[in-house]
């Protein structure tokens, strides 16, 4: 059984490595004090589950589950059930910071990992939004919000980026369709672009907007504990903003999901599997 001070400092190494602006406290004073609380309280949670048979990819599951449970309880027009919500939110990140750290420690790592890890921070922000949304139109007693909250899970959803990404994904699964493409020579896998670089090229001078847009109410913890914040003052005052977040929630929704179309309409699919092929080819040279 490693100690409390062991696991700490794996903890505060892996990620001071990782994320080096984790340490930044003049351009991130917030993200600096928010990381170590959440490494502090991980490493805490972690030394418990060591005790016990609980698996990494059961708290990944439990973290994505609350971001659920946060959106009941902040629908629900009542004081308690909102601060139980605000709660869950400001604390969910220890789960996220314990799995992978559990995962790693124990030798448990693996890709189903990684793919529940994102999916319950989708769940958490999606659940985030419609619950601040529920929030509002009992806050405001305007139904017209609650005709709002849909569009929510619907525009993401619908995005025909990740969709995108699924089809090629499974295209490129089927048996033979990599060494077909790479018998057809010049066309496929020649660019000499990578996978990373592709939207950027297709954004050209629109790519600052695009970053702006997604940095803008990201599901990170400034953004969330902000909110929250919000939540919390409206709830004792005369204040009333939260309506004017979640509007922006939806505004930027319908812009992510336009851009969808944008991006695809300028051969993003294509020049997609043209820098996975380019990947491919070069990780096969590398083998020879």
Aim: hydrophobic share 45%.
């Amino acid at each position: 059984m490693q100690k409390i001070s062991e696991l700490r400092k794996y903890q505060y190494d892996y990620h001071s490595k990782k994320f080096p602006y984790l340490n930044d406290w003049r351009r991130n004073p917030y993200t600096f004090l928010k990381a170590r609380f959440y490494m502090e309280a991980s490493t805490w949670l972690v030394h418990f589950l060591l005790k016990t048979k609980i698996k990494p990819n059961t708290i990944t599951i439990i973290y994505g589950l609350v971001g659920i449970l946060g959106c009941v309880l902040l629908a629900i027009p009542s004081n308690i059930t909102h601060i139980i919500a605000i709660l869950i939110f400001f604390t969910k990140g220890i789960l996220d910071w314990s799995d992978g750290h559990l995962a790693r420690i124990t030798g448990q790592t693996s890709i189903t990992g990684h793919v529940l890890d994102v999916y319950g921070a989708v769940l958490n922000d999606l659940g985030f939004q419609m619950g601040l949304g529920f929030y509002v139109a009992f806050k405001t007693g305007n139904s017209a919000f609650f005709y709002l909250i849909p569009l929510i899970p619907f525009f993401y959803a619908t995005r025909l980026k990740p969709f995108s990404r699924t089809m090629l994904f499974e295209e490129i699964s089927k048996k033979g369709f990599i060494s077909n493409e790479i018998q057809k020579g010049t066309n496929i896998g020649t660019s000499g672009k990578t996978h990373e670089n592709v939207k950027s090229g297709i954004l050209g001078k629109y790519e600052k907007y695009s970053k702006y847009l997604s940095s803008f109410l990201d599901p990170r913890a400034r953004s969330v504990d902000f909110i929250c914040l919000l939540i919390l003052i409206e709830m004792f005052t005369i204040v009333s903003v939260t309506w004017i977040i979640f509007i922006a929630f939806v505004i930027k929704g319908f812009l992510l999901f336009i851009g969808g179309y944008y991006i695809i309409k300028k051969g993003w699919v294509e020049k997609s599997l043209d820098a996975a092929m380019y990947n491919i080819k070069n990780s096969l040279k590398n083998d020879k």
